[in-house]
């Protein structure tokens, strides 16, 4: 086996660092107003609450449309849906550079929410499609290391140009990024059976190996919502993940904060302590939930149990947030986040790869969807419930509790509801017959 995968064009693996990249940008674009919000709060004499409404703008438009788009996406594919997301990214970003106070700021957010809505499904329904199930985890862990990553360099790379240039610019770094994605994704991204720099020999490979089929289902969008509705794993998988979300969105808003009042650093010292757990957890994201989970596989290792290992044992290690609220030591404080985190995000990579893996033809996109709603709505809940801890006890302990807690819920959900990972069946198509008894 190991020969003849050697022997095979590896085209796919640029497919897959093209969706990284994507990715990456994506996240670029959400952590900009963050980067800039000191400069462009003093621009316009903003209050906190309309701060904190810009804010929230991008998570709510964003997350509401998470089943909408999975399932149009299932109806038109990837390559339209994933073109025209990219592109609205630019127009969004371009639009709040040229914004000249909070209703422009605040439209351009929406529409960043529901520009970026596909990205995440869009970049598993394609892995789907380009990747056979053994490669699955770690075409899987690059673009999702790609969101963890992008919290390394991103906040440094417009802070840089926030910083010397001003807040507009800051935004137009983010725009020319989009648009040159937009332009990469346009370019060379075409579902495999489209792909004229496609080999014979690598579509082959990609479809014996267990591919996802392209193309619509036949039961039609809204019968497709409401059959995988029905299904015990879809929900498994979706609690499992909501629980992750919450902490891993936990630490994404509030991370620096927790570092400066409960470790008393100055801002830039947080900045590069809150780094580390990050990196930890891009290394873990690719090398525990992509490389060994495939290697496992290609040795023989039943599929099903190793990738559900991998998610509950990562979930498990998400727990040590519980260590977190021991210690009032930075080094310790920040050993026991890493750990965390680094559990987390090798759990990541299974929980996208799960869409396409379980769904029914025609139905990866709508799984991926119902499953980032739930993610992001408690991606949503978890910064606003934390200052509603913080704010109340001045510490950080019971805001760690809770997430800990929320994520035992999620390992219960994993373990008993979702099952094995195989697919589900396919519904019936529309207007099929019953037949006589």
Do not use: C
């Amino acid at each position: 086996m190991n020969t003849i995968t050697k022997k095979v064009p590896r085209r796919r693996w640029g497919i897959g660092a093209l969706l990284g990249i994507g990715i990456l940008v994506n996240y670029i674009d959400r952590i900009g107003l963050s980067v800039a919000a000191p400069q462009i709060q003093e621009a316009f004499k903003l209050t906190p609450v309309e701060l904190g409404l810009l804010f929230s703008a991008f998570a709510w438009s964003y997350s509401l449309l998470q089943i909408p788009v999975g399932m149009v996406m299932d109806r038109f594919g990837p390559t339209r849906v994933g073109r025209w997301g990219a592109f609205l990214w630019g127009v969004a970003s371009t639009v709040t550079a040229f914004s000249s106070g909070f209703a422009g700021i605040f439209a351009a957010r929406i529409l960043l929410g529901i520009a970026e809505a596909p990205a995440f499904p869009v970049s598993a329904k394609a892995t789907g499609y380009w990747f056979p199930r053994r490669e699955r985890s770690m075409a899987t862990a690059i673009f999702d290391a790609a969101a963890k990553f992008s919290n390394v360099i991103g906040v440094p790379l417009v802070a840089l140009v926030v910083v010397t240039f001003g807040w507009r610019w800051g935004f137009g770094l983010t725009a020319v990024l989009s648009f040159s994605y937009f332009f990469a994704f346009l370019t060379f991204y075409r579902d495999p059976s489209a792909d004229k720099n496609l080999s014979k020999e690598e579509l082959a490979y990609i479809q014996q190996g267990g591919a996802s089929p392209e193309g619509p289902s036949e039961a039609g969008a809204m019968n497709m919502l409401g059959y995988l509705l029905t299904k015990s794993k879809i929900w498994g998988l979706t609690i499992g993940f909501a629980a992750y979300g919450y902490t891993f969105y936990l630490f994404l808003t509030w991370l620096p904060g927790y570092l400066v009042q409960t470790m008393h650093m100055s801002i830039l010292k947080s900045a590069g302590f809150a780094a580390i757990p990050w990196l930890f957890a891009t290394a873990t994201d690719l090398f525990v939930g992509g490389w060994l989970i495939d290697h496992l596989i290609s040795r023989g290792k039943d599929e099903s149990t190793v990738r559900k290992s991998v998610l509950i044992i990562g979930m498990l290690f998400g727990l040590a947030v519980f260590g977190a609220t021991q210690t009032t030591d930075p080094v310790w404080a920040i050993f026991w986040i890493s750990i965390a985190l680094g559990g987390l995000a090798s759990a990541a990579p299974v929980g996208w790869s799960l869409p396409s893996l379980i769904a029914p033809k025609g139905g990866a996109g709508t799984i991926g969807g119902i499953m980032n709603f739930a993610n992001n709505l408690m991606g949503a809940a978890a910064p606003i419930v934390t200052g509603i801890i913080v704010g109340a006890t001045n510490s950080f302990t019971n805001a760690f509790m809770v997430a800990g807690v929320i994520l035992l819920i999620g390992i219960v959900s994993f373990v008993f509801v979702l099952g094995k990972i195989e697919p589900i069946p396919d519904p019936e198509p529309r207007g099929a017959s019953v037949p006589a008894v």
